[in-house]
């Protein structure tokens, strides 16, 4: 007999490695190590190879998850991973506006 399957409707639960809080995979990044190096990449389409770490959109989550050592636990990976990519990527996607300085002239710079 098939395992039984589940239910249409629901989604996956995952846990924040930031946070430590569960949501669903919608409202949750997947984040893998690029192939043998050491950083860390978003993947947007939840597609890439290997194993991968779960975070909120949100500074604060990554914020925590770095002074947690949490990425080279979750993905299993020996030492630190480089992680300005993810934290540039959230930077953009939560419209993160960057300040200008205008000049005596009044143009920006």
Known sequence: MPPASRSAGREQARTCVGCRQRGSRSALLRVVAAGDGDVLLVDERRRLPGRG?????STAC???AEKR???PRALRRPGPLDTSALRS???R??????????DESG???
């Open 53 to 57: 770490a779960w975070v909120h959109h």
């Open 62 to 64: 990554l914020d925590q």
């Open 69 to 71: 050592r949490a990425f």
């Open 89 to 91: 990527f959230l930077e």
């Open 93 to 102: 996607s939560s419209g993160a506006v960057t300040t200008t300085t205008t």
């Open 107 to 109: 143009s920006n710079s």
